[in-house]
């Protein structure tokens, strides 16, 4: 009988390394969530890294996310969250982003998937 180790998955992310033109200045980050049967799957629970430093938490008050002017949650023509546009106080340089789910932080009816449909980064 075959044997297998199960791990749980403690992360889920997306990585937006390759897609930057090196370093840049980004003034706001939208995330568009994915969208299946009428609902939009957002995420609840996530973060934000630029060059591996946590720049944004959504699980924290924004008193306490001290590089973020405004956090917008955009509903579409669907159930749910459609966009997260957050924006930031003074540009932030980086040449990688990477957006990061917490453990079971996904949308309440699927909270262990991360369903991100696009990801977009100004300067």
């Known amino acids: 009988a075959p044997s297998f180790f199960r791990k749980p998955i403690l992360h889920h992310y997306t990585d937006l390394t390759d897609e930057l033109p090196g370093r840049i200045n980004?003034?706001?980050?939208?995330?568009?969530?994915?969208?299946?049967?009428?609902?939009?799957?957002?995420?609840?629970?996530?973060?934000?890294?630029?060059?591996?430093?946590?720049?944004?938490?959504?699980?924290?008050?924004?008193?306490?996310?001290?590089?973020?002017?405004?956090?917008?949650?955009?509903?579409?023509?669907?159930?749910?969250?459609?966009?997260?546009?957050?924006?930031?106080?003074e540009p932030v340089k980086g040449t990688y982003v990477r957006v990061v789910q917490h453990p079971g932080g996904g949308h309440p009816n699927r909270p262990n998937l991360m369903w991100v449909a696009e990801v977009e980064i100004y300067e």
């Open 26 to 89: 980004i003034t706001s980050i939208f995330i568009w969530w994915a969208r299946d049967t009428g609902v939009f799957y957002y995420s609840r629970d996530f973060y934000i890294e630029v060059d591996g430093k946590v720049v944004f938490d959504s699980t924290l008050p924004m008193d306490k996310n001290n590089l973020v002017k405004e956090v917008r949650n955009i509903e579409g023509d669907a159930a749910g969250i459609q966009v997260t546009e957050i924006y930031f106080k």
